[in-house]
């Protein structure tokens, strides 16, 4: 005998992660319209990109030391636009306990020739931070965004680190207070904790970046969406609104609507409270029943956006069929776990999700759960 169909559903349907995770009162006819088709190099182009990076920076609390850049490719693009343009000037050492640390692996290795130290951990853990080389340039993922682990704060990373860090911050960034004096570079997009749309990448560099790429050419080519310098000098404009390439307007309005939402809820300490609500409801959810436990089982390592759950025998068809049920039924969409990782859900916890519809997944969940063990 199956679980009941519960009676009530999420009032938004759930999602993993992704542009669907829209702020509470989103409206796409609230959006400001009148730079929509016009020409991002024109004069209110210009200003709304200028509004929105000083938004990130009120936002996130970013200190003047700090240049914020909106960037094509996502924070994949991004990332590897601060790889391509920095390293090689020193050693390099990575970190990687899921997919997209792994990832910057591959670019390290196959793409730029180089021979990085690589610390290594599986899924739901995370390597021993002590054993980082901090006279290399060091690359990791702040949050994992496929495996729920994420590092504890900053204190491993020295103010006196001779190399540049670079921290994969996209699932991490208004969730967690992060220490910018201890970052170097930092890489996020719209699509995860603000619930914007994808496409766009945003680059932070701080004061040591800014040196690296004055000072440092790469001995590989770079393209032209990766050109941050001129003339020996950093490209500033980039910093001010004037993008490489075309950015979608539309997007850039969807995530200034963003930002002005995480004002009135608070700013960064209203985001980071609803994002530990979110990730209680759900703990609360895991400890009551045996069948679900986390895939990251310290707690002082455990995402609070991006939280992995394993499920009691399932594999990987298991989880599709569980979650199809969820889909076809409106009460979850996306939640499987990411295909590089082990079988299991993956579920979204961050800002612009209602607790209530967190704690209100639970019964779906066993219904699904109970459906498919019956089929």
């Known amino acids: 005998m199956t679980a009941p169909v519960p009676a009530r ?15 509470p009162g989103y409206a796409p006819e609230k959006l400001a319209t009148e730079c929509l088709g016009r020409s991002h190099r024109a004069k209110i182009g210009k200003s709304r990109l200028a509004y929105c990076i000083d938004l990130m920076r009120e936002v996130l609390g970013l200190p003047d ?77 702040w949050n994992g965004t ?27 960034v208004f969730a967690y207070d992060i220490p910018w004096d201890k970052i170097d570079v930092a890489t996020f997009s719209w699509q995860k904790v603000l619930g914007g749309e994808g496409g766009h990448g945003v ?45 979608s307007m539309l997007a850039v309005e969807d995530a200034i609507f963003a930002l002005e939402w995480a004002k009135s809820v ?20 895991v400890a009551e029943r045996d069948w679900l436990s986390h895939l990251a089982a310290d707690k002082g390592t455990r995402s609070k956006t991006s939280v992995c759950l394993s499920v009691e025998g399932a594999d990987a068809d298991f989880i599709k069929k569980m979650t199809g049920l969820l889909e076809k039924a409106d009460a979850a969409y996306d939640i499987a776990g990411y295909r590089d990782a082990p079988a299991g859900l993956r579920i ?18 066993d219904w699904a759960y109970e459906a498919t063990k019956a089929a």
């Not at 021979?115 to 901090?134: C, I, N, T």
């Open 9 to 23: 559903k999420p009032a938004r349907p759930f999602f993993s992660s992704g542009p669907c995770a829209k702020p």
């Open 65 to 141: 030391t700090h240049r914020i850049g909106i960037v094509p490719g996502s924070d994949t693009g991004a990332f590897e636009m601060a790889m391509w343009t920095m390293l090689g000037a020193r050693g390099v050492t990575a970190l990687a306990w899921e997919s997209f640390g792994e990832g910057w692996v591959t670019d390290a290795v196959k793409q730029l020739k180089l021979e990085p130290k690589v610390h290594r951990a599986d899924y739901g853990q995370l390597p021993d931070l002590s054993k980082v080389d901090f006279a290399d340039d060091v690359l990791f993922t």
């Open 146 to 172: 496929t495996s729920g682990v994420r590092v504890p704060d900053g204190e491993w990373i020295p103010a006196d680190r001779e190399g540049l860090t670079f921290a994969d911050a996209t699932s991490a």
């Open 203 to 247: 680059l932070i560099l701080g004061p040591r970046a800014v040196e690296r790429l004055e000072t440092y050419t790469p001995a590989w080519p770079l393209p032209k969406v990766f050109r941050l310098v001129s003339k020996g000098k950093l490209a500033e404009g980039v910093f001010k609104g004037e993008t490489i390439n075309t950015p």
């Open 266 to 285: 608070g700013g960064l300490e209203g985001l980071k409270d609803r994002c530990t609500a979110n990730a209680d409801a759900l703990n609360k959810i």
């Open 348 to 365: 979204w916890c961050g800002a612009t999700v209602e607790t209530a519809d967190i704690e209100a997944l639970g019964p779906w969940l």
